[in-house]
């Protein structure tokens, strides 16, 4: 039994939809999430700029004595994820690739798409999981930023948003794929939205459920489970001020978020 946290962070209130997944897999772990408000987005930055947040990030976990970390984030696991696993002597689960196993689970075209942040399309890390379970598929990626942008404001519905959901997704439909990856973890939050664009022909993949199953095989092989004994944590922590993490947490995670504490990471 191993009753330290498990670390979750974002560049803002994204990963939340993948700590949801997490405390339905293992509601017995304690977990610490950290959104870094004060720089979101990640990507229009440089991959080289979001990889030096994330290392600071990742450092400010483990002096919390996490037992394991999970890059909820595309553009972060993009930038960084190789070098974190060579760096850090702790268990590390990124968002890509569990996305990109469902994916190839789930499409019978061979034409898959990808709607993510500039940073992850232009990485082409969905590219190339993809592409490494199957070579014949073929993967047509946009960059959706002004999404993000609506999530992280905490405007989750509306006529605006649908018609900026649609006009990113037009190009996607017109090639004809059977199977569209959300490839940031922002995007559940308005999945909704997203499958009334798609329509019924198109299985809409969120990597959010499968990063869960991975975090609980991981913690199984390193008989790292927590033990039941008691209730929980949850500590929610966030670089930015003047946020809608708070509003945005409580509508999607209920009580399981009551208090966001604000902290100054130096970078």
Do not use: W
């Not at 974190?84 to 968002?95: E, H, M, S």
């Amino acid at each position: 039994m191993d009753n330290r946290p498990i670390g979750v962070f974002d560049s803002g209130v994204g990963g939340l939809t993948v700590l949801r997944e997490i405390i339905k897999v293992v509601p017995d772990e304690n977990i610490i999430y950290f959104g870094d408000t004060a720089r979101v987005p990640y990507g229009p930055r440089d991959l080289e700029e979001v990889r030096k947040y994330v290392f600071r990030i990742t450092e400010f976990l483990c002096q919390k004595n996490v037992k394991l970390i999970v890059i909820a984030c595309n553009t972060s696991t993009a930038a960084a994820l190789k070098d974190l696993k060579k760096t850090f002597n702790i268990p590390i689960i990124g968002v890509i690739k569990p996305g990109a196993r469902t994916a190839v689970a789930n499409t019978n075209n061979m034409r898959i798409g990808v709607i993510a942040t500039k940073g992850t399309v232009e990485s082409k890390a969905y590219d190339y999981e993809i592409k490494k379970i199957d070579e014949s598929i073929n993967v047509c990626s946009i960059a959706a930023p002004k999404l993000v942008d609506y999530v992280e404001k905490g405007i989750l519905e509306g006529k605006e948003l649908d018609k900026v959901i649609c006009s990113y997704l037009k190009p996607l439909i017109k090639k004809d794929i059977d199977t569209l990856i959300m490839g940031c973890t922002h995007f559940p939050l308005i999945e909704k939205q997203i499958k009334k664009c798609t329509g019924k022909n198109i299985r809409v993949i969120s990597s959010a459920v499968e990063t869960a199953m991975d975090v609980k095989k991981a913690l199984k092989n390193g008989r790292a489970i927590a033990s039941n004994h008691s209730k929980p944590t949850r500590k929610f922590y966030e670089t930015g001020y003047g946020s809608h993490f708070f509003e945005v947490g409580k509508m999607f995670l209920g009580e399981e978020i009551n208090n966001v504490e604000s902290v100054s990471l130096e970078i």
